[in-house]
C-alpha cells in the first residue's frame, strides 16, 4: 500500500525544487543573455498586479507546504 503522506510530502518537495531549478534559469538568463531583462520587463508589466499576486501566493504557498 503506498503512504499517502509520503506521497503528498514528496510531490510538496519537488514542487518546491521545481520552482527553484526555474528562478535560477531565470537569473541564469538574464546574466548570459542582458535583453532577456528587457524581456523578463514586459512579462511582469503585462502580469499585472492581479497576475503577479497570485504567483506570489502560489509561490509561497508552495515554499510554506514544502518546508513545514
Avoid: C
Avoid at 535560477?24 to 512579462?43: E, G, K, Q, R, Y
Avoid at 499585472?48 to 518546508?67: C, D, E, I, N, T
Amino acid at each position: 500500500m503506498i503512504d499517502v503522506g509520503w506521497l503528498l510530502a514528496t510531490w510538496r518537495a519537488a514542487r518546491w525544487e521545481a520552482i527553484v531549478m526555474i528562478w535560477n534559469a531565470i537569473v541564469a538568463d538574464v546574466i548570459t543573455h542582458p535583453w532577456f531583462a528587457v524581456v523578463l520587463a514586459v512579462l511582469v508589466v503585462s502580469a499585472g498586479m492581479k497576475g503577479l499576486s497570485r504567483l506570489a501566493r502560489y509561490v509561497g504557498g508552495a515554499y510554506w507546504s514544502s518546508h513545514h
